[in-house]
């Protein structure tokens, strides 16, 4: 993404975000969860993302434009296993995958990380939460949902 562009939108996501936090300030605790625990750690990274693109010297348009294909690629397939697996267990495959053959990290790292993510997951979701997710349509069709 060109440099102004870049600026701009993590400047609008910031006033967003703002913009979130300062209405939901009003509004009774559990209204106002959703709102402060998305837009605060939103606003924050937005901020960051204004002066890193601040900071950081003219990079060539190429290198912008490439690899472009393979986020994408990854959004879909995350997609498709929430879609066949259910959310639950697609988080965890998802994660696990995509730190193998993306990140290339060791499966020490990536059996543990996933363990870790899967829990604070599960943790908020499931027991805090009480979220109930669909089960996937493989796990309807095997019969094991």
């Not at 209204?31 to 606003?43: D, M, W």
């Not at 060539?60 to 879909?76: C, F, K, N, T, V």
Request: charged share 10%; with cysteine; net charge neutral.
């Amino acid at each position: 993404m060109p440099r102004n562009a870049s600026l701009a939108l993590a400047a609008g996501i910031m006033l967003v975000a703002g913009y979130a936090v300062f209405a939901a300030k009003g509004w009774q605790w559990k209204a106002a969860l959703f709102p402060l625990a998305i837009g605060i750690p939103l606003f924050c990274l937005a901020a960051v993302e204004v002066l890193w693109t601040l900071a950081e010297k003219k990079v060539a348009e190429e290198s912008a434009q490439r690899g472009i294909a393979l986020p994408w690629a990854w959004m879909i397939a995350f997609l498709a296993l929430i879609v066949l697996l259910g959310f639950p267990i697609a988080v965890a495959v998802f994660v696990l995958v995509y730190l193998k053959l993306q990140a290339k990290e060791s499966w020490l790292f990536s059996i543990v990380f996933t363990a870790a993510i899967w829990g604070a997951f599960y943790g908020l979701f499931d027991l805090l939460l009480h979220l109930p997710f669909p089960a996937g349509w493989l796990l309807e069709w095997l019969g094991l949902a």
